[in-house]
């Protein structure tokens, strides 16, 4: 029987994101129904980007018919004993796909298992990830996936977001190189990869239908024999 991973981070309070829950409509307050009203920004939580996000003539999510990638072959690339603040190269990626070398796979999860590590919650995560280098996302790009998916902030400036001005400049080079470049579509912040406990499995994921979108929430499983 095959077994279900949930790989989707929980959508709730959070400081790095600001979103907030309100009742407009709650039994409570004796109203006829039960009803939730929230703040989401795209980029927020478990999420895919497209390339528009980091390029202004990019395409958006709608130009990926999800048909092409919504359910894919997936191979884990394994890097769990990576220390923190460490960049993922092109030699390790590279080093790590070799047993696997004998079959592209439509997607590639890159996994650290940094939410086992240390809670997404806290600062930690973010401020003492691993990444991944320039010439990692060159390998990334060059493997060319139809989709890429990571559970730890994977350009090392990402941690600079939590004080930077709104003029500071934060250079993603996985972002310029997988995303703009490549034109490969990136799942960020997934977590319990290590729950997969395989090297390979069917990934299956679906963002929000919206239209001309920059990025999306997005549900996202493994599905494993």
């Known amino acids: 029987m095959s077994r279900i991973v949930d790989l989707t981070l929980p959508i709730v309070e959070h400081w790095r994101y600001g ?9 409570a307050n004796h109203d006829r129904w039960e009803a939730t009203a929230y703040n989401l920004q795209s980029h927020w939580f478990t999420h895919i980007d497209a390339p528009i996000h980091h390029d202004p003539n990019g395409l958006t999510l709608d130009a990926y018919p999800i048909e092409n990638w919504c359910i894919s072959d997936c191979l884990v690339l394994d890097f769990s004993d990576i220390a923190d603040n460490t960049g993922i190269t092109y030699e390790m990626l590279e080093e790590a796909n070799k047993p696997f070398k004998d079959k592209h796979y439509d997607a590639v999860l890159i996994r650290t298992d940094r939410g086992r590590k240390v809670p997404w919650t806290e600062y930690d995560f973010w401020d003492n990830s691993p990444y991944v280098t320039a010439d990692g996302g060159k390998w990334i790009k060059e493997y060319n996936p139809k989709v890429v998916g990571f559970d730890f902030p994977q350009d090392y400036e990402i941690r600079k977001i939590r004080t930077a001005g709104p003029k500071d400049p934060i250079y993603q080079p996985v972002h310029e190189i997988v995303l703009k470049e490549g034109k490969i579509l990136m799942i960020e912040y997934m977590t319990n990869l290590w729950e997969i406990k395989s090297p390979t499995c069917k ?4 963002p929000l239908n919206t239209k001309n979108a920059d990025g999306s929430q997005i549900r996202v499983i493994a599905v494993v024999d």
Not at 19 to 27: A, L, Y
Request: no cysteine; hydrophobic share 55%; charged share 25%.
């Open 19 to 27: 979103i907030k829950f309100e009742k407009p409509m709650s039994h």
């Open 203 to 206: 990934l299956i994921a679906l």
